[in-house]
């Protein structure tokens, strides 16, 4: 497999004083692989590159950004439950509120499309059932183990502002 460089990208680095460098490969079946590097005394061992895919239209185009090292601007997790999926989905009010509307149901049906809909769909998908005595019993359990999670909700939103502040302004290579 053989690699050409076809493009090369510069633009002045953050600080302003050294630069940064992208060098765009193709490969054998075209694909394209963007390699980038902090060509900077100052700023190459204190940041990094991190990209994100942004939509536009039907068109989406990689968005780069220059991190502090030790920062990130996307969260990684995963859940494994129905509780870290109920978790990672709505707050401890919100769920609060979730509690309260299956107690004032007599079946799961009635709460489709509303506010609950998260909850039904991922209880069918973890336990293939929406037996309405069933989903709040699971819901009481997901609400008791609310903070024993990693992740959840308030944590994410925290983690996103987070990220967000991590972002900066994204580098334009011409
Ligand atoms: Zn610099």
């Not at 939509?55 to 859940?79: A, L, P, R, W």
């Not at 049906?109 to 699971?138: P, V």
Request: hydrophobic share 30%; net charge neutral; aromatic share 10%.
């Amino acid at each position: 497999m053989s690699c050409e460089l076809i493009s090369t990208h510069t633009t002045a680095c953050l600080c302003g004083k050294g630069k940064l460098i992208e060098e765009v490969y193709s490969d054998d079946w075209n694909r394209i692989n963007p390699q980038r590097s902090i060509q900077c005394e100052h700023c190459n061992s204190k940041y990094h590159f991190e990209t994100q895919y942004i939509q536009h239209g039907d068109k989406s185009f990689e968005q780069v950004y220059m991190v502090e090292n030790g920062k990130s601007i996307s969260i990684k997790y995963s859940t494994h439950d129905f509780h870290q999926d109920v978790a990672c989905h709505y707050t401890y009010a919100e769920l609060q509120g979730i509690r309260d509307l299956l107690s004032a149901t007599t079946s799961c049906n009635k709460l489709k499309g509303s506010f609950a809909d998260f909850i039904i769909k991922a209880h069918k998908a973890r336990y293939n059932s929406i037996k309405i005595s069933m989903t709040r019993q699971h819901v009481d359990e997901s609400i008791e183990k609310y903070y024993t999670n990693k992740f959840n909700k308030e944590t994410i939103l925290t983690l996103q502002a987070e990220c967000e502040r991590a972002k900066g302004n994204p580098i334009y290579f011409t």
